[in-house]
C-alpha cells in the first residue's frame, strides 16, 4: 500500500515505554503530513482552512507524530487524500 500525503490512516506502532521492560503497541490516527524512506509524519490536529490559521503561525496549534517505519505493526487508510485549504 502506498501512502501518500493527505492520506488520513491508523498507524499501530511499537513505542518505548518509560519503566517498562518492553515495548508496547500505540495507535496514532490523523492525516498524513509527510512521508520518507525511514518516517511517516502523521498530524493528528491542525487548521481545516488557512484562512481560520492566526496571522502569527504557532506551530503549537498543530500536533504532529513522527513514527519510524521500522516500529510500525500495521497501517490503514481511512481515507483517500484530503486537500487542505
Not at 499501530?12 to 512521508?35: E, I, K
Not at 481545516?48 to 496549534?61: E, F, M, V
Amino acid at each position: 500500500m502506498t501512502i501518500r500525503k493527505g492520506n488520513i490512516i491508523r498507524v499501530q506502532f511499537r513505542d518505548h515505554v518509560q519503566y517498562a521492560s518492553r515495548a508496547v503497541s500505540f495507535c496514532v490516527y490523523g492525516r498524513v503530513y509527510s512521508v520518507t524512506k525511514r518516517e511517516i509524519v502523521v498530524e493528528g490536529w491542525h487548521c481545516a482552512r488557512k484562512q481560520d490559521s492566526p496571522k502569527k503561525y504557532n506551530p503549537d496549534l498543530e500536533v504532529r507524530y513522527v513514527i519510524l517505519r521500522s516500529c510500525i505493526e500495521n497501517i490503514s487508510k481511512l481515507r483517500p487524500e484530503e486537500q487542505h485549504d
